[in-house]
């Protein structure tokens, strides 16, 4: 069974930065695309970045130049890089995984960003 464990969510003041984590278990072959979203309260869930195996990222224009993407596929991990943060970035974000084989897509549990004064 695949598990995803997410981290690095928190309390930041605005310009701040935080760094999330989601590492991949369970017996995993091959894993093509990773990915973080993000849903702000009465919002729907929106596409954040995604990365694949190949390392070409995919970036919302809201985060463009302040966010980076990466992976450690060794250990099948996404990192999320969230720099100068502002309000609107406070949101419960997701980890997102898309098997290569067998064909499959997982959701992380969520973590909370919250960016305040």
């Known amino acids: 069974q695949v598990q995803l464990v997410e981290s690095g969510g928190g309390l930041v003041q605005p310009g701040g930065s935080l760094r999330l984590s989601c590492a991949a278990s369970?017996?995993?072959?091959?894993?093509?695309?990773m990915g973080w979203y993000r849903q702000a309260p009465g919002k729907q869930r929106e596409l954040v970045a995604t990365?694949?195996?190949?390392?070409?990222?995919n970036y919302a224009d809201s985060v463009k130049g302040r966010f980076t993407i990466s992976r450690d596929n060794a250990k099948n991990t996404v990192y999320l890089q969230m720099n100068s943060l502002k309000s609107e970035d406070t949101a419960v974000y997701y980890c997102n995984v898309k098997l290569a084989w067998p064909i499959a897509t997982y959701w992380g549990q969520g973590t909370q960003v919250t960016v305040s004064s």
């Open positions: 990365i694949t195996s190949g390392g070409m990222t």
């Open positions: 369970g017996g995993i072959r091959s894993i093509n695309i």
